[in-house]
């Protein structure tokens, strides 16, 4: 299992910016998807973006030309660069390791505790 961290969480104001930063406790370069996701209150938690192993970067219709999500391997890390924010993208930001366990045969999801970001004026 892999432990993860979320930091960088806070108040900001519409049209501000955050960067939310993931720190696994292992090397994350085989980790197929590093990802975030977010849950707002009474809401089930959504997909916000998803990095693979090798880049390739995919984001929900909603944060797309907003968001930037970014992984780096070597210091184990995925961020996510968060650009123009909305009162809606209020929410509990959760990171996200998936990845493939060869041995028993099924998907493994990996959670952080989550950080919390309100956009408020």
């Known amino acids: 299992q892999v432990q993860l961290v979320e930091s960088g969480g806070g108040l900001v104001q519409p049209g501000g910016s955050l960067r939310l930063s993931c720190a696994a406790s292992e090397s994350i370069f085989s980790i197929n998807s590093m990802g975030w996701y977010r849950q707002a209150p009474g809401k089930q938690r959504e997909l916000v973006a998803t990095i693979r192993k090798g880049g390739y970067p995919n984001y929900a219709d909603s944060v797309k030309g907003r968001f930037t999500i970014s992984r780096d391997n070597a210091k184990n890390t995925v961020s996510l660069q968060m650009s123009s924010l909305k009162p809606e993208d209020t929410a509990v930001y959760y990171c996200?390791?998936?990845?493939?366990?060869?041995?028993?045969?099924?998907?493994?999801?990996?959670w952080g505790q989550g950080t919390q970001v309100t956009v408020s004026s």
């Open positions: 996200n390791a998936a990845y493939w366990d060869y041995t028993n045969y099924v998907l493994n999801n990996d």
